[in-house]
């Protein structure tokens, strides 16, 4: 399991190689330090499913998650001071998270928990810098391809430890929910996180251009995930793979993919445990199941929070330390929001969640531009449908902080519009000189003047 974990980021160059064309030429390329930047970025995107430093004890103080995406970022701001090249901050989509970044840092100055406030700032500083290194880095079709299949690798080393747990019987939450290490502890975010895999999974392991040994890997990953979110016993997971997988249908529009996926769902149903069944059925009984109820009052405490404080909230990592003073008495015991849009109206107000929705709508908008260009829409189109289930399982299991995922998953949106033929097309508008009357001839006038 460990040499799988730390071998990922390069198979993910390796499968994709052949797939996406001759390496950058040096029209596309800034230097040496560029690419070094980038294969930072491809060994961070294998680690966040990879999970090294929990697989191998020694390597836990050293972050290596960490240093792999501050070393990208770092070698990307040399590379482009080096040529007297800007980095670009993503427009006004960009603009919104970065305010929404600074929101969330100035809040402990309202705060109820200060110290929480601070360092969820900063970690979400930590993202934002993930964010802008992959919209920089990933700008050519074959580089946003090899991270695509550096997720679709590095997600076997997850979904085969999960399910190894799960046959073995090991550390199973509730006595039967599946799991594994580090984030992954967490039946509904292993879920969550899995599953915005499996519609990038699909879109490699369906298209035409995908050499045989990435389409194995792509089918292999999408039957593991599939399985790990089934032995989660997430409904919230569930629900955001069928969304996800859903959204790639509608967005691919082809009835021979529309049938296979159709008969795997149907084999799904087949070999489903019945406990998986059971749970989810629960739903309609929520008032007695005490998960469910729990987040019925942490949503009680979203609603209240907002109600005394609309604009700012009770500042960044302040919820479980609003508990106290706006839960109904019956609600003992304090919850996080378990509900992403929530947490953040309760934490940073409905000026927070207006930034927050920006970004999002303004990275769906655009991915779902992208999805109709010829180079990176199988691409687009897939992200997209990723990011449409992140986000319904953020309904039940969203947090702010501890999603690197998150923002990798829009940056990508974000770079796949980027790459589209009509943002280039923009792009070229924008950069044209326009015409003025001193550069006509004598006698020549404007056109439309």
Known sequence: MGRLALSAGGTASACLAGDMGEPLGK???????????FGALVVFFALMYAAPSELLEPLAPLRPALIASTAALVLLVVARLGRG???????????ALILF??????????????????????ECLKYAGIYFTIINL??????????????????????????????AGESLVEGYRARWLGIFADPNRMAMTLG??????????????????????????????????????????FAGLLVGTAVWLLLERRFDRAALVGAAALLLLVLAPGSFWSRTGTVSTFREDASAMGRVHAWTVASRISADR?????????????????????????FEAHNVFLQIIAELGWVGLFLYLCFIGAGIEGGVRAGRDKDVGWMARALVAGAAGYLVCSLSAGFIGGSPYFYALFAMVAAAERLSSGARKRAVAVEAPAPSWEALPPGAKLKGA
């Open 310 to 334: 609309p604009l700012l909230g009770v500042g960044a990592g302040g919820f479980r330390v609003a508990w106290t003073q706006y839960a109904p008495p019956e609600a003992r015991r304090a």
């Open 138 to 167: 990933a700008r050519t079709p074959r580089r946003l391809a090899i991270l695509c299949g550096a997720l679709v690798i590095a997600s076997l080393v997850t979904s085969i430890g999960v399910m190894r747990w799960y046959i």
């Open 85 to 95: 090249k800007p980095i670009s901050l993503d427009g006004w989509r960009g603009g």
């Open 196 to 237: 915005l895999v499996v519609p990038v999974a699909l879109g490699f392991a369906v298209r035409r251009e995908t050499r045989l040994p990435m389409r194995l890997v792509a089918v292999a990953a999408l039957g593991l995930a599939v399985g790990a979110i089934v032995v989660s016993f997430s409904r919230g997971g």
């Open 27 to 37: 029209g596309e390329s800034e230097g040496a330090i560029d690419s070094l930047a």
């Open 101 to 122: 970044t600074l929101l969330t840092l100035a809040s402990f100055g309202w705060s109820l928990n200060p110290e929480g406030s601070k360092s969820l700032g900063v």
